[in-house]
C-alpha cells in the first residue's frame, strides 16, 4: 500500500481552502528542507539546498488543491444547494458520497428519484440546481451548525488498490504532490530545489502565478495529472485515447495553457529512454496545468509539464497505475540529476 | 434433421391459429412419449415418465408463430391487417403471406412519396387478387403467416419461423434420443408464445413443474452495427442468463453449464436485452419453478429469413439430452 | 446488533435480484433464533416460520396464518459483453432491475466471480469516454448502458480468467450515517424491511401470538414480484402484508406525493390493500400511541402486495413501510427510528390476530363504515 498516496489523497483541501493539505505536506517535507515558507496565497514553498555543481535555479510545482463544491443555502427541508469549486461533469456528481466542512460532515448528493421524473426529465442530464446535499438534518438548523453557507466539500472516497492500479479521490494532485515530497526526501541535487506547493489551481492557476513570480525559476517542472480517455468506444468512432493507463507519465508538448519547452519535451523522453522508463506523449489539445501561469509570471522560464494519467479525474472515484506513478518519479529524479544549463542550449 | 425443420418451418400457425402445427408435430413425438394431450388452449403436450428420482421438467417450444389478422376489406378488394405479435412493416413490402386455407396474398403498402419513412402497419395491405370487396375470399379476422420456402446456404439454415419451429425441433430430435430419463418430462409445443406466452402460461399452471426449461431462439450480437450482445451465430447454443423478462435460475444456468462443459459441447451465455419466452411464464406459474432456457442463435428474428446454424441447433438437442438424461441438482 | 449495525450488514451483503443467495444466508443467520422453522425454496425465497398458539382450523392441520413478505433482492447489474480495448480489459453491463441510469458514472461497484466463485469477485468503477469521444447523438445526455462500462482495471486477458458474460454486479457504499437518526446506502431498499421485520420478529420473540407467522425475504421484488407471488401461491395465507419502502420527501419529491422522514411507518391505502387490514394496522399504532403516515395511492402495483393479492382465490393484504429518499441510487437515505416503530407496529397488529379477525375483515367489506 503506498501510504503517502493513501494519506494525501484522503486528505481534504478544496481550492480555496487548502489547510490541511499544508499541514500535512509540511510535516512530512520538513526534515528534508533546509527552508520552507508559506507565501501569502497558501502556497508552500520548500527549498532544497544543492551541491552547488550546477549554476540553475529549479522549480518543481505540484498543486495541493482539489475540486469540490461549496455550501451555498440551506432549503427548509434541511438540505444544501450548492455550488462547483472546479470543473465537473454534473453526470459525476449523482448519489455521490461528501465531506462538509472542516468537521467533515458526512452528507450524500441527492436529487429526484427517477420514478418521479417525467418522460423527458429522464433523458435529460440533472442539472447541478437541481441536486442537493443531504447530511441528514431535518430542518433550517444546518445539523444543529455543523454546516454552515460557505463550506466547502469534498469527495468522502477512501484509497484503495486494486492490483496494479489505486482507487481514490484527489489524485489531481495529490500524486503530483507525492512524487514530488519524493523528490525532497532524496539526498541533495546539483542546484538548490524549489519545490511549490501551490493552491486554487483548479479555479484558474491562480497560486502557481504567485509562487512563480516569488521563484524567478529558469527551470520548472511541473507535476500534475491528466485525465485518461482510454476508454471504450462505440466501434464506428475512430477516435485515439490522449493518454493510456499504464504507458507511463504523459509529457506534455502543447495544452490550452502552454506549449512545452521543446529542448525540455526532448531531454524528458531522451531521459525515460536512457533510464528504460516508460513515457508517453500526450495528445495535444485541451486541459491545462500551473504551465501557464508558470512560464510568463516573472519574466519566462522553461517549463515541462509531466502528468500522471487518471482516469476519472474531477470525479468522485478517480484511477491510476501504480507502475505509472513509479516511473514519473523515477524519470523526475533522473531529470533533475542530469539537468545542466547545456539542456537549454540552443542548437543552431 | 433438415426434412423435419423444412416441414416445420414452411407450415402455417400463426398465433391461436396452431392447428396444422400441432397436425405436425404430434405424430413426430407420439411414438416416444407415454401419454399425449392437448389442453383447452391448444398446447400439444407430451409426457414421458421417468425411471424415479427425478424432478418434474416442462420443456417448452412455441408451436406459433407472427402473423397478420384481416380488419377490414377495402372496396377494392385489399385486406387491411394488424399484427399478431411482433410484426416489423420494414419486413413486409412484397413479401408473401399464407392462410390457412392455403390462400397466398401479396404485401404493399400506400404508395410512399418519402422513401426515408417507412409506413406503420395500417398503411399496409395484402392483395389476394380479388377483384373487390364482395369477391374477396378472405373474411376480416383471418389471420396469416408469412411464406416463404427455407434455403439451406453452407451451415446455416434461413426462414420464416425459425422463431420457433427450430425450437420445436430441438424438442423432438431430443425426444428421439433420450431413452431413459429420471426425470417426468413434460415436452410443451406451445401456443400464443408471440402475443405474451399465454400458452405456456395455462400449461405450466396445470403442470407446476420444478425445472422449466424452455427452447426459443435469441438474437445475436454478429451483425453490421446491430446490437451488442455477446451471442454468435455458430458459436453454439446460447445459455439464457437473462432476458427482458426474466432471470435465469442461476443453479439451473451453473448445472447447463457444467452439463455442456462435461460433453464438450461448445456454448455461449446469453443476455438479451430485448424479448422474452415461455421461460417467463414457466418460472412464475403457481408455486413457480427453476426456470431457464437453451437459445438457438438466430439474425434476423421476426422476418422472412430467420437464420440459424445447424451446428447449433445440434449441439443444443445434444446439450438438453444431456440435462435430462442426469439428475438435476439445484 | 443495534438497527444500524443490523443495517450495515444487511445493505453491505450483495444480493441483487436473481442472485440472492449471499444476502438468504445472512438473513437466516439473523432470523434463526426468532423463529420455529426456516428454509430457502428452490426460486431463493427465505421463508421463516412461527407457529402461534391459536385453535387449529376445523378439518385442517393449519392455523390461520400471517404472511410477512419484504423483499430481499436489490437493483443491480450484469454482465453482458467483455471488452478489449487496445489490451485493456473492460465490462459491458445490463439492469437487474430498475436502476437509475443517471447515477452510475463515477460508481464504485464490486463484479461477483464467474461461477458465483468468491475468490473471483472484482472491484471496478464505472466510467464512460467523454462525450467528445461519443457520437454527436449521444452527447449532453445521461451516459447510457451503452456508452458506460465497469472497469476493474485490468488488462483484458486477466479479466476473462475471471469473469462470464451473465455475473452479477453490485454496487460498493458502505452505510453511512448521517444527522438525526438517519442513514443512507445502497439496498436500504428494500433491506430497510427486512430489518423491520426482523424486529417485529424480536417482539413476537417471547409472547404469544394465535396465528401463525410466516415471514418471507422475498426474491426478484424488483423484476417481477416473482417471490411473493410463488410463495403466496405455495404458502396459502390468511392475510398477508408487504413490507417495502416508499417515497420520502426530499430535494425534488414534492410534498403531495411523498412522505416524511423521521414521522413513524407508512401504512398504504391502495387497491391492492384490504381496507380491514389498514384500518388493523391503525389501530394497533393507536395503542402504541405511535405516529403513522397514510398514503393514498390510486392504482395498484410497486410492492410484492400486487402479487399476493391475486394469489389462489385471492387474499386481504396490506402495505407497510418507511419513507426513503434517493430511491433506487446508492445514497437512499432513511431513519432508523422509522425502521423500528414499523416492526413494533406490525408485532403489535400480529399480537391482536385473533378467531375472529378473518371474519371482522369479511364483514369490513359489508359495511358501510
Avoid at chain 1, 511541473?222 to 468512432?237: G, M, N, Q, S
Avoid at chain 2, 413434460?186 to 399465454?198: L, N, P
Avoid at chain 3, 433482492?73 to 487496445?86: A, C
Avoid at chain 3, 403513522?292 to 395511492?297: K, N
Wanted: aromatic share 4%; glycine share 10%.
Amino acid at each position: 500500500m503506498n501510504e503517502l498516496l493513501k494519506q494525501l489523497s484522503e486528505a481534504v483541501g478544496v481550492s480555496g481552502q487548502e489547510t490541511d493539505v499544508r499541514l500535512m505536506i509540511k510535516d512530512l517535507i520538513a526534515p528534508h528542507v533546509d527552508e520552507w515558507q508559506v507565501d501569502p496565497m497558501g502556497n508552500l514553498i520548500a527549498i532544497k539546498k544543492g551541491t552547488g555543481a550546477v549554476d540553475l535555479r529549479v522549480m518543481v510545482d505540484a498543486h495541493m488543491d482539489e475540486v469540490g463544491l461549496m455550501v451555498t443555502a440551506v432549503e427548509t427541508n434541511g438540505t444544501f444547494k450548492f455550488a462547483p469549486v472546479g470543473g465537473f461533469d454534473d453526470r459525476a456528481l449523482l448519489g455521490k458520497v461528501v465531506q462538509v466542512g472542516s468537521k467533515r460532515v458526512p452528507g450524500v448528493i441527492g436529487c429526484q428519484p427517477i420514478h418521479l421524473a417525467t418522460t423527458s426529465e429522464r433523458q435529460k442530464i440533472v442539472p447541478r440546481s437541481s441536486m442537493r446535499i443531504d447530511i441528514g438534518s431535518a430542518d433550517k438548523d444546518g445539523g444543529k451548525g455543523k454546516v454552515a453557507v460557505g463550506d466547502r466539500a469534498a469527495f468522502l472516497t477512501p484509497y484503495e488498490e486494486l492490483g496494479r492500479v489505486a482507487l481514490g479521490k484527489a489524485f489531481d494532485d495529490r500524486a503530483g504532490c507525492a512524487i514530488l515530497i519524493e523528490l525532497l526526501r532524496q539526498p541533495p541535487y546539483p542546484f538548490d530545489l524549489v519545490a511549490t506547493f501551490t493552491v486554487q489551481e483548479e479555479v484558474g492557476l491562480r497560486g502557481a502565478q504567485a509562487a512563480a513570480f516569488r521563484v524567478q525559476p529558469d527551470v520548472a517542472f511541473i507535476l500534475d495529472c491528466t485525465p485518461a480517455y482510454d476508454l471504450p468506444v462505440p466501434p464506428h468512432v475512430d477516435e485515439s485515447p490522449n493518454v493510456h493507463l499504464g504507458r507511463g507519465p504523459a509529457v506534455y508538448v502543447m495544452d490550452r495553457s502552454s506549449i512545452q519547452d521543446p529542448r525540455l519535451v526532448s531531454y524528458l523522453l531522451r531521459t525515460a529512454a536512457e533510464n528504460d522508463l516508460r513515457v508517453q506523449v500526450r495528445r495535444p489539445g485541451g486541459g491545462g496545468t500551473n504551465t501557464g501561469s508558470i512560464q510568463r509570471t516573472a519574466g519566462g522560464s522553461a517549463v515541462a509539464t509531466v502528468s500522471l494519467p487518471g482516469r476519472y479525474l474531477h470525479a468522485p472515484c478517480s484511477m491510476i497505475d501504480l507502475d505509472d506513478y513509479d516511473h514519473m518519479r523515477r524519470l523526475l529524479e533522473a531529470a533533475l540529476r542530469g539537468l545542466t544549463p547545456a539542456v537549454l542550449n540552443r542548437e543552431s | 434433421m433438415n426434412d423435419l425443420i423444412k416441414k416445420l418451418v414452411e407450415a402455417y400457425g400463426p398465433s391461436g391459429f396452431e392447428d396444422q402445427m400441432r397436425a405436425l408435430i404430434r405424430p413426430e413425438i407420439e411414438p416416444y412419449v407415454d401419454e399425449i394431450r392437448v389442453d383447452p388452449m391448444g398446447n400439444l403436450i407430451g409426457y414421458k415418465k421417468g425411471t424415479g428420482g427425478g424432478l418434474k421438467v416442462m420443456i417448452a417450444a412455441h408451436m406459433d408463430e407472427i402473423g397478420l389478422m384481416v380488419t377490414h376489406i377495402t372496396r377494392e378488394g385489399f385486406l387491411r391487417f394488424t399484427s399478431i405479435g411482433g410484426v416489423n412493416p420494414q419486413t413486409l413490402l412484397g413479401n408473401r403471406v399464407q392462410f390457412a386455407d392455403g390462400i397466398t396474398g401479396v404485401v404493399y403498402s400506400d404508395r410512399n412519396t418519402n422513401r426515408s419513412t417507412v409506413f406503420g402497419l395500417e398503411k399496409h395491405y395484402i392483395d389476394v387478387g380479388a377483384a373487390d370487396r364482395e369477391s374477396c375470399p378472405v373474411p376480416v379476422g383471418a389471420a396469416a403467416g408469412f411464406a416463404r420456402e427455407m434455403l439451406v446456404q453452407g451451415e446455416r439454415l434461413i426462414s420464416k419461423a425459425m422463431d420457433d419451429r427450430i425450437g420445436c425441433v430441438v424438442a423432438i430430435e431430443t425426444l428421439k434420443k433420450l431413452g431413459d430419463s429420471p426425470h417426468e418430462l413434460y415436452f410443451v409445443f406451445s401456443v400464443q408464445e408471440e402475443v405474451g406466452v399465454r400458452g405456456a402460461q395455462a400449461a405450466a399452471n396445470a403442470i407446476h413443474p420444478d425445472v422449466g426449461i424452455a427452447l426459443d431462439v435469441t438474437l445475436t450480437g454478429d451483425m453490421h452495427e446491430g446490437v451488442e450482445m455477446a451471442v454468435r451465430l455458430g458459436d453454439g447454443p446460447a445459455i439464457k442468463a437473462k432476458d427482458s423478462g426474466m432471470i435465469a435460475h442461476t443453479g439451473l444456468v451453473q448445472l447447463m453449464k457444467k452439463r455442456a462443459e462435461e460433453t464438450g459441447i461448445p456454448y455461449q451465455i446469453e443476455v438479451l436485452t430485448g424479448g422474452s419466452t415461455d421461460a417467463r411464464a414457466m418460472q412464475i406459474a403457481g408455486p413457480g419453478c427453476a426456470a431457464g432456457c437453451l437459445s438457438i442463435p438466430c439474425r434476423y428474428v421476426h422476418s422472412q429469413s430467420e437464420t440459424v446454424d445447424r451446428r447449433d441447433v445440434e449441439g443444443c438437442v445434444a446439450l438438453l439430452t444431456e440435462i435430462l438424461r442426469h439428475p438435476i441438482d439445484l | 446488533m443495534n438497527t444500524f449495525e443490523l443495517l450495515q450488514t444487511l445493505t453491505e451483503t450483495p444480493g441483487p435480484s436473481g442472485f440472492e443467495r449471499d444476502i438468504a444466508a445472512v438473513i437466516e443467520k439473523i432470523w434463526q433464533p426468532l423463529v420455529d422453522e426456516i428454509r430457502t425454496d428452490r426460486l431463493g425465497n427465505l421463508i421463516a416460520i412461527k407457529k402461534g398458539s391459536g385453535r387449529r382450523r376445523s378439518g385442517e392441520d393449519l392455523r390461520p396464518r400471517i404472511l410477512l413478505a419484504a423483499h430481499m433482492d436489490e437493483i443491480g447489474l450484469m454482465v453482458s459483453r467483455i471488452i478489449d480495448f487496445h489490451g485493456q480489459g473492460f465490462l459491458r453491463v445490463v439492469n437487474l432491475g430498475g436502476v437509475d441510469i443517471r447515477h452510475l458514472y463515477g460508481q464504485r461497484v464490486v463484479v461477483h466471480g464467474r461461477d458465483g466463485d468468491v475468490s473471483r469477485n472484482l472491484k471496478g468503477i464505472i466510467g464512460a469516454p467523454p462525450d467528445s469521444y461519443l457520437p454527436v447523438s449521444r452527447r449532453d445526455k445521461p451516459f447510457d448502458l451503452e456508452s458506460l462500462v465497469v472497469d476493474p482495471g485490468m488488462a483484458y486477458d486477466e479479466l476473462i480468467r475471471l469473469v462470464s458474460v451473465g455475473d452479477a454486479v453490485t454496487f460498493h457504499q458502505p452505510l453511512l450515517a448521517l444527522e438525526n437518526n438517519r442513514v443512507a446506502g445502497k439496498a436500504l431498499d428494500n433491506r430497510c424491511s427486512v430489518a423491520a421485520l426482523t424486529v417485529c420478529l424480536e417482539v413476537l420473540k417471547d409472547r404469544t401470538h394465535a396465528w401463525d407467522v410466516v415471514a418471507i425475504a422475498t426474491c426478484q421484488e424488483e423484476t417481477r414480484l416473482l417471490g411473493a407471488a410463488t410463495t403466496a401461491f405455495e404458502l396459502r395465507p390468511d392475510i398477508a402484508i408487504a413490507l417495502d419502502v416508499t417515497f420520502g420527501n426530499g430535494p425534488g419529491a414534492s410534498d403531495e406525493r411523498t412522505l416524511k422522514l423521521d414521522e413513524g411507518p407508512v401504512i398504504s391505502f391502495s387497491p391492492d390493500t384490504h381496507p380491514g387490514i389498514c384500518q388493523g394496522l391503525k389501530a394497533a399504532a393507536e395503542r402504541l400511541e405511535m405516529s403513522v403516515q397514510s398514503e393514498f395511492v390510486n392504482t395498484p402495483g410497486g410492492t410484492d402486495a400486487y402479487a399476493m393479492q391475486v394469489a389462489r382465490d385471492g387474499v386481504p393484504t396490506g402495505i407497510i413501510g418507511v419513507a426513503l429518499r434517493y430511491m433506487h441510487t446508492m445514497v437512499e437515505s432513511i431513519n432508523l427510528k422509522d425502521v423500528e416503530r414499523t416492526g413494533r407496529l406490525l408485532g403489535e397488529y400480529i399480537l391482536h390476530l385473533d378467531g375472529q379477525t378473518l371474519s371482522g375483515l369479511a364483514e369490513g367489506l359489508m359495511s358501510e363504515k
